[in-house]
């Protein structure tokens, strides 16, 4: 099957987006499948990166505002993509339904990745893991009667790094902690927390930090950390799987990595960066799965520093978010969609 997969990354919205499509097109490229990627070029894209992993890809435009919109959308991203195609696998948060029809004068089916149920789609099949399964309801009146509603933790697009890897549940005492807000973080949480951590109180641990060359703050990261030895600072590591496996707590944001968080069993402290994340995080943080310390622009240092204290005494609660968490995902979320997309 021929394939086109349309998916952005950001300053703005993060790289999560991105990252989900590509471990999907990386089991599609291995079942035999060829593989399209369209992206816009905004501050902080991430065409190079796929480029690098071997992927086909083109660049949009970038756009005044960073927004896209449906139909102009589908006519630039049909226009530099060599159609006709099988399937448009659509992951994005400002793309609906006028997309969808659009692309189909070159895509016979679409796919759609969603998580928000915010607004009307046109597909064939539609990918939500962040609601239950028995959530699918909420896309009535959403998608047509018609579309597949792939709904639940069975369908989460864990990366192959992680799949490859087996859990290794956090139930001991807190000595290393892995704070990673993503490669963009706009709110700068990342160095609030590296200022937080600082604090004497937080003496005994290893906390590794974690960021990319698109934090416009980088090298404020850097100076900050500088001389206190027990901060290790990674740049768009390749290991971050490895340095999630071998953390005791993890402190981060409300995206995709919650996933692999969850399936490796490491209990997670969670601030939300944008509105986008909240409804998700606060579904998990009632079930108990994650503790949701807040929203960035509202969260004061007191407070972090304060659910930072309770958490890591906390041992219970660590060892049952981590098996619970570790519980709901088993790895083969990829392959089902993928599976799904053959067999459609």
């Not at 759609?112 to 009146?141: F, M, T």
């Not at 409300?254 to 606060?282: C, H, M």
């Not at 969260?299 to 049952?320: H, V």
Request: hydrophobic share 45%.
């Amino acid at each position: 099957m021929k394939i086109l997969i349309r998916a952005d990354a950001s300053s703005a919205i993060g790289t999560g987006h991105v990252y989900r499509c590509s471990s999907l097109a990386e089991e599609l490229v291995r079942a035999g499948h060829q593989v399209t990627f369209v992206c816009r070029a905004q501050p902080g894209h991430l065409v190079d990166l796929l480029r690098s992993r071997g992927h086909d890809v083109h660049a949009l435009r970038p756009t005044d505002d960073g927004r896209a919109t449906g139909d102009r959308d589908a006519m630039e991203t049909a226009a530099v993509a060599s159609g006709p195609f099988d399937w448009c696998i659509v992951d994005h948060y400002g793309l609906d339904a006028s997309f969808e029809r659009a692309i189909r004068i070159v895509a016979r089916h679409v796919l759609v990745i969603d998580d928000l149920a915010d607004r009307p789609h046109d597909c064939d099949v539609l990918v939500d893991a962040s609601h239950g399964a028995e959530d699918a309801s909420v896309y009535d009146g959403l998608v047509p009667a018609r579309t597949r509603r792939l709904v639940g933790q069975d369908y989460v697009l864990l990366r192959a790094a992680f799949r490859a890897m087996a859990p290794a549940p956090a139930l001991d005492d807190v000595r290393r902690l892995l704070v990673s807000f993503g490669g963009n973080d706009p709110p700068g949480m990342t160095l609030r927390a590296v200022g937080v951590l600082k604090d004497p109180v937080f003496a005994s641990l290893h906390i590794d930090v974690t960021s990319s060359i698109a934090n416009p703050r980088l090298e404020t990261l850097r100076q900050a950390m500088h001389g206190h030895d027990r901060f290790h600072f990674h740049v768009d590591t390749p290991d971050f799987h490895r340095l999630l496996r071998d953390c005791d707590l993890c402190l981060g944001a409300g995206g995709t990595t919650t996933w692999e968080r969850f399936y490796l069993g490491k209990p997670s402290l969670v601030i939300t960066l944008a509105d986008n994340q909240f409804a998700f995080s606060d579904r998990l943080a009632r079930a108990q799965l994650i503790r949701l310390v807040g929203y960035a622009p509202e969260l004061d240092d007191e407070d972090l520093a304060r659910a930072l204290i309770e958490t890591i005494a906390d041992r219970e609660w660590r060892r049952s978010a981590a098996l619970s968490g570790m519980a709901l995902i088993d790895g083969g979320g990829v392959s089902r969609v993928a599976s799904a997309l053959e067999l459609h």
